[in-house]
């Protein structure tokens, strides 16, 4: 089974940066695409940044110009800098991975809080 831990997460006032960081027990060569998701409470939990294997990368609107995602094959790890932090990133933020289109594994979660 694949183990996907997050880290990273934590408290930051408005306007700051935070990195999150994915590592994955298996090469993440392995999956067609990365992702990095969040779920503020009360809502459903949505896609913030993806990578594929290519490289290339997806953004959310709410994101865009702020976060950037990268991996680090090297390390087995996937990346998700924030910049610009808002009130409105707050949420817990999930790391996912796509080995295909039906087979996909999530880790457990980092909490971003975004307050003065």
């Known amino acids: 089974q694949v183990q996907l831990v997050e880290s990273g997460g934590g408290l930051v006032q408005p306007g700051g940066s935070l990195r999150l960081s994915c590592a994955a027990s298996e090469n993440i060569y392995n999956f067609y695409v990365m992702g990095w998701y969040r779920q503020a409470p009360g809502k459903q939990r949505e896609l913030v940044a993806s990578?594929?294997?290519?490289?290339?990368?997806n953004y959310a609107d709410s994101v865009q110009g702020r976060f950037t995602i990268s991996r680090d094959n090297a390390e087995n790890t996937v990346y998700l800098q924030m910049n610009s932090l808002r009130a409105e990133d707050t949420a817990v933020y999930y790391c996912?991975?796509?080995?295909?289109?039906?087979?996909?594994?999530w880790g457990q979660g980092t909490q971003l809080t975004v307050s003065s």
């Open positions: 990578i594929f294997s290519s490289g290339r990368t």
């Open positions: 996912k991975a796509n080995r295909n289109v039906l087979v996909d594994y």
